[in-house]
Structures are given as C-alpha cells and as structure tokens.
C-alpha cells in the first residue's frame, strides 16, 4: 500500500509540472538578458549601482595608479596585479594599471568599490572560458575593450512564478 501512494504522489507532482512552461534556456543559443549595464560603485553617495558582476572594464583616463583595487583584493581573492603600461597618462604618473586574473576572481565587486575615480565598472560579460591560465590575466589594454554582450532571452516574474521569453 505504501508503494501505490508514493507513486500516485509522483505522478501527482508530474503532472502538476505539465502545465508550466520550463525554465532550461538551450545555452549557447539562447542567452539571458541582464538588466542595466553591471555593477558599479558611486563613491559620492557610497551607494553600489545594481547590475550584473561580469568581466571588469577598464578606463585608462581615469585610472591614477592608486593601487586602491589592488589593496581591496588583497583579502579575498589576490586577483588584481598592477603592472607597467608603455603610455603615459597625466593623471597617473606612476605608469601602472590593474591587471586582472579571472582564474583567482571571485566576481565579489570590492575592486569597484574601492576606486574612487570611477576607472573600473563591471559589465554584463560572463563568458570568460579560456583553455590556458594565462588566457584568463586581463591586461589593462585587454580591460579597456568594451565587450560585446548577446542576450537574447529576459526573465518575465507573473504570479505563477518566473519565466523566460
């Protein structure tokens, strides 16, 4: 008796599952859209601007070398380098920019917040795969290219519970 009422309970429970439509996105062909452009910090207001935590951008003409995101990193992950750059900003006088190593990232946005001169944000990037290590070292010219982003699928939340279109 006890076996005749489990499988009337998942027979239940899948037919309950007929009706709604699934969730599984066929990835690489469909993508999920992220809302906003990703993560940012406003060190005015000490307020962090939702948005996806993807790969980090990179501007040049902000940047002073202040190794601040560097320091942030230093507890988490140590995935921030600075290195020497061959151009010469004016506003850093040091040479030297991050560089990042997505192998030891942890995506955790503290390297964001902790630039006062808005010279790194991240974007909507997620596809990062390399079949090297030394594939995933972004260096400050790799950092500065804006990525290119295709999304095709955004998630819609009804009363029934979420799902994408």
């Known amino acids: 008796m006890n076996t005749a009422t489990g499988i009337i309970k998942a027979l239940n429970s899948g037919i309950k599952h ?3 439509k699934r969730f599984t996105l066929r990835y690489p062909e469909e993508k999920l ?16 601007i939702a948005g996806y935590k993807g790969r980090h951008m990179l501007f040049h003409d902000h940047c002073t070398g202040c190794q601040l995101c560097s320091i ?10 600075m290195v020497k750059v061959p151009e010469e900003h004016k506003q850093n006088k040091k040479a ?11 995506f955790c946005g503290l390297c964001v917040d902790a630039c006062p001169f808005y010279a790194l ?3 909507n990037d997620y ?4 079949f090297s290590k030394e594939g995933l070292i ?16 955004s998630i819609q939340i009804t009363d029934r519970g979420a799902t994408h279109g």
């Open 18 to 20: 007929l009706a709604i």
């Open 33 to 48: 859209k992220f809302v906003g452009d990703g993560y940012q910090f406003d060190p005015s207001t000490g307020v962090g």
């Open 72 to 81: 942030a990193c230093e507890g988490v992950a140590e995935a921030i380098a």
């Open 96 to 106: 030297i920019m991050p560089q990042i190593d997505y192998g030891k990232c942890v």
């Open 121 to 123: 944000y991240m974007t």
């Open 127 to 130: 596809e990062l795969s390399s």
């Open 138 to 153: 972004y260096t400050p010219a790799q950092l500065q290219v804006k990525p290119y982003v295709s999304q095709d699928s």
